[in-house]
């Protein structure tokens, strides 16, 4: 039990600061891409490359907007204080997959480990994302089996925790909410965007030994940080409010 409690409590621990998770990924790729060299890739491998990397990053996006435009009120979100669950989702991409805003983050931080274009980052990416969330679903099914016992249970065995399945798919009644989307995910656009920014300039800096911003970037980083500073003051102005949302 003692082994029990101290993973739940570290599950906790990384829970409360997931969102220093970007700025580590961030640092540890200036390394990775000095040591990469991709000159045996053609311009065409490399677009590919891109390509998935950037649909990667928008399949987890919009993974997590579905998630969170179906949540209800009274569920953790972007919350950090503390585990939160007034109600158990067990309906809609919650009858797929028991974490799916996990799963968006995979592939959010996943498009932009991709874009580095070096396959041993990858690899140690997806073994320490799953080392350090294993921990946070633990800690967060702990809480959700002590508020809803059988209940949740029964739900945990039959779905998935992060690899989906559409077996046992069950349509939801919550309406898709855009306030809600807008209000919650505004920062993971504009981090997201950044990212790839960040790992062109410093791609750049090191083959060409200059800064150089790529137009596109800079633009796509440009804009997405304009548009979550303006849903930033929406939000801080009560104008994304719904009162059956949290």
Known sequence: MALIHSFEKNGNFLFKHRGQIPIVLFLS????????????????????????AVLLSIAGFLIRCYAIGKT??????????????ETLNTSGIYSVVRHPLYLGN??????????????????IFSLLFWIYYECIMFAEERFLEKKFGDVFLEWS??????IPSFKRYQKSNIPFSLKSVFRRE????????????????????????????????????????IIAFLFRILKHNHLLDEYDRS
């Not at 790729?29 to 998935?52: C, G, H, M, Q, R």
């Not at 209800?72 to 979100?77: A, D, E, L, R, V």
């Not at 950044?194 to 800064?211: Q, S």
């Open 29 to 52: 790729a200036i390394p990775i891409i000095y040591f990469t060299d991709n000159s045996f890739l053609s311009k065409t491998a490399e677009t590919i490359i891109v390509i998935l």
């Open 106 to 123: 995979y592939l959010m931080w996943l498009g932009i480990v991709v874009f580095t274009f070096n396959i041993y980052f990858i690899i």
């Open 157 to 162: 065995k039959l779905i998935p925790a992060f």
């Open 186 to 225: 505004y920062s993971g656009i504009a981090a997201t965007a950044i990212g790839f920014a960040f790992v062109d300039l410093v791609r750049v800096f090191f083959r060409d030994e200059a800064f150089y911003w790529n137009r596109l970037s800079i633009y796509v980083a440009l804009a997405s940080i």
């Open 72 to 85: 209800p009120k009274g569920t953790s979100g972007r919350n950090t204080d503390k585990q939160v669950a």
